[in-house]
């Protein structure tokens, strides 16, 4: 079955600081992966995705993800934190069995700190 | 202005009560999506719909109900039956597929139903 692992239910950095926000996934077949941020009580927005393209992908906002197979990970990275940047976000994966699903992971809250 | 509406934003149950909660898009995107949030957990898959008339069950559909009578449109209906209502409820669509590859899907803001 497929599954996503988000390794981390909080990270908490200071303003300017790096992010590290991980995922690993399990998949039988070349996945679609996403990351998506949710702000409180809004909906989701996506981030990146790849697509079995290029391995490093770049998203909105300053985020980069960069697909792993052989660690079967898919984190999230930015060089530099931002306040606006605290929110939710999640790591997604295509059911290859159906790929009108998605797979969520449960989660990663980021703080920033000033 | 091209996107996802849902309404109402926030909404209050009696329990026993049945409720709808509306999901509107302008987006032309074929399939469309149901999914409930609760604290602390990833989102879960109520109803999903590929085409008007025509839906499947999710992963968690017990106690709710849905109809696709229009390609735009697509309200979930809490019913009674449902033990634990109470969630933040996500609404998503997505545009035709490439090749098997359905893509990204795209949110609404999201009903934050409580039940009294």
């Known amino acids: 079955a497929q599954s996503v692992t988000q390794l981390d239910s909080h990270v908490s950095v200071s303003e300017g600081t790096p992010v590290l926000l991980r995922c690993n996934y399990s998949?039988?077949?070349?996945?679609?992966l996403f990351w998506y941020v949710q702000h409180p009580n809004k909906g989701l927005q996506l981030l990146l995705k790849?697509?079995?393209?290029?391995?490093l992908v770049k998203g909105i906002n300053g985020f980069e993800a960069e697909f792993k197979k052989s660690e079967t990970s898919f984190h999230l990275t930015k060089p530099s934190a931002h306040m606006s940047d605290a929110a939710e976000y999640f790591c997604?994966?295509?059911?290859?069995?159906?790929?009108?699903?998605?797979?969520f992971g449960t989660g990663t809250r980021l703080q920033v700190f000033p | 202005d091209g996107g996802i509406t849902q309404s109402p934003k926030y909404l209050f149950r009696k329990e026993g009560q049945n409720v709808t909660l509306s999901c509107e898009q302008n987006?032309?995107?074929?399939?469309m999506y149901w999914y409930r949030q609760d604290p602390g957990q990833g989102l879960r898959l109520i109803y999903y719909?590929?085409?008007?008339?025509?839906?499947q069950k999710g992963d968690i559909a017990e106690g709710y109900s849905v109809s696709r009578e229009k390609k735009e449109s697509f309200p979930l209906t809490v019913t009674s039956a449902q033990k634990n209502p109470t969630a933040f409820y996500l609404c998503?669509?997505?545009?035709?597929?490439?090749?098997?590859?359905?893509?990204?899907?795209?949110f609404g803001p999201g009903t934050r139903l409580t039940v009294l």
């Open positions: 998503a669509s997505s545009p035709p597929r490439q090749g098997v590859l359905r893509g990204e899907q795209f």
């Open positions: 998949s039988s077949y070349s996945p679609s």
């Open positions: 790849y697509t079995s393209a290029a391995t």
């Open positions: 997604v994966v295509s059911d290859p069995y159906n790929t009108d699903k998605l797979i």
């Open positions: 987006l032309n995107h074929d399939a």
């Open positions: 719909s590929q085409i008007v008339n025509d839906f």
